[in-house]
Nanobody, 117 residues
Framework: QVQLVESGGGLVQAGGSLRLSCVATGIISRLYNMGWYRQAPGKQRELVADINTGGSTDYADSAKGRFTISRDNAKNTVYLQMNRLKPEDTAVYYC???????????WGQGTNVTVSS
């Protein structure tokens, strides 16, 4: 059974930092692309950052220069370091792993990030 467990969310003031972690169990994570998505109230879920099996990364324009995605395959974990947070970063952040495109994809339960102004 595949499980993704996110942690690290919380309440932070604008300009602050948070580090999200997502531990995957039930998969060999090095075989999967891993990513972070977010969903703000009343909005669609959107990509924040993605890292493929080779370590190449992709970021939403809103995340470039402020967020860094990384992975530790030995720990089956993907991280999202978020710096210079803004109130518009407030959302539920979801971890995703997928293989063969989106043929097989799993989501975490989400972790709340609230940035106060």
């Amino acid at each position: 059974q595949v499980q993704l467990v996110e942690s690290g969310g919380g309440l932070v003031q604008a300009g602050g930092s948070l580090r999200l972690s997502c531990v995957a169990t039930g998969i060999i994570s090095r075989l999967y692309n891993m990513g972070w998505y977010r969903q703000a109230p009343g909005k669609q879920r959107e990509l924040v950052a993605d890292i493929n099996t080779g370590g190449s990364t992709d970021y939403a324009d809103s995340a470039k220069g402020r967020f860094t995605i990384s992975r530790d395959n030995a720990k089956n974990t993907v991280y999202l370091q978020m710096n210079r947070l803004k109130p518009e970063d407030t959302a539920v952040y979801y971890c995703n792993v997928r293989i063969l495109g989106w043929t097989l994809s799993y989501w975490g339960q989400g972790t709340n990030v609230t940035v106060s102004s």
